[in-house]
């Protein structure tokens, strides 16, 4: 049995441009965060569009994934050019993780700098983010027409904790506070409802860490029972 808590805050600007989207059914589970950058004008629209296909392409692919099984950035460039739209108006960054239940493998898959934290039986959590660089465009989709996710692929026995964050979430955890963390979300967040667990998640994060930067802030946190 699994559970999740979820979360996507505004910044200080008027419009979101983080998007995520969560399916889950008997057999898989399936979570996705997206960054559209904040310098392009429909990049909240490119952070949706990813999220929407990633979901629709990995409810029915095996694992474990390579790199080349995934289409869904090229069908985002497709869509876009199908459009007559130009894709740098639309660039985001993708994280995902995709498990399944049934044959206990966890595959996660990233483009850009949006961060991803997880542990399987126990083990000591690891991270997935990427040095900042100093430089106008962050890798993503669209700017640098990247069209392949670097992937990460685990098998678990019994225990899956995994958080996929915009980097104006993650950016701001301290990796020696990372286990603490994930168990005070645990222990707190399984003693609510389904219905009312990410609507305090949502409270809470404005309360804690909605001001310190500037930056919208999204996570799912999934947590095997």
């Known amino acids: 049995m699994f559970n999740h808590?979820?979360?996507s805050i505004i910044g200080s600007h008027p419009r979101i441009q983080d998007a995520i989207k969560y399916f889950e059914d008997e057999g898989r589970i399936i979570a996705v965060v997206a960054d559209g950058l904040?310098?392009?004008m429909k990049s909240a629209d490119g952070a949706r569009l990813i999220c929407k296909l990633v979901v629709e392409e990995l409810k029915s692919k095996d694992l474990p994934l390579h790199s080349a099984d995934i289409d869904s950035p090229k069908m985002w460039y497709e869509h876009l050019e199908r459009q007559d739209s130009n894709h740098d108006d639309y660039c985001t960054t993708c994280s995902f993780v995709v498990i399944d239940k049934k044959t206990k493998q966890m595959n996660i898959g990233q483009i850009g700098d949006s961060p991803v934290?997880?542990?399987c039986d126990g083990k000591p959590i690891e991270e997935l983010r990427h040095e900042k660089e100093f430089s106008n465009v962050t890798d993503c989709l669209g700017g640098k027409t990247i069209n392949s996710f670097a992937l990460y692929n685990h098998v678990y026995s019994s225990k899956v904790k995994i958080l996929l964050t915009t980097d104006g979430f993650g950016d701001e955890?301290?990796?020696s506070r990372l286990e603490p963390l994930f168990d005070y979300m645990v222990t707190k967040y399984q003693n609510f409802?389904?219905?009312?667990?990410s609507r305090r998640f949502?409270?809470?994060m404005k309360t804690?860490?909605?001001n310190v930067n500037s930056d919208d802030k999204s996570a799912i946190f999934i947590w095997s029972a």
């Not at 409802?193 to 667990?197: C, D, L, Y």
């Open 202 to 204: 949502t409270k809470e």
């Open 117 to 119: 934290f997880f542990t």
């Open 193 to 197: 409802t389904r219905k009312s667990r």
């Open 208 to 210: 804690t860490i909605g």
């Open 173 to 175: 955890l301290d990796s």
């Open 38 to 40: 904040g310098s392009r």
């Open 5 to 7: 808590i979820l979360t």
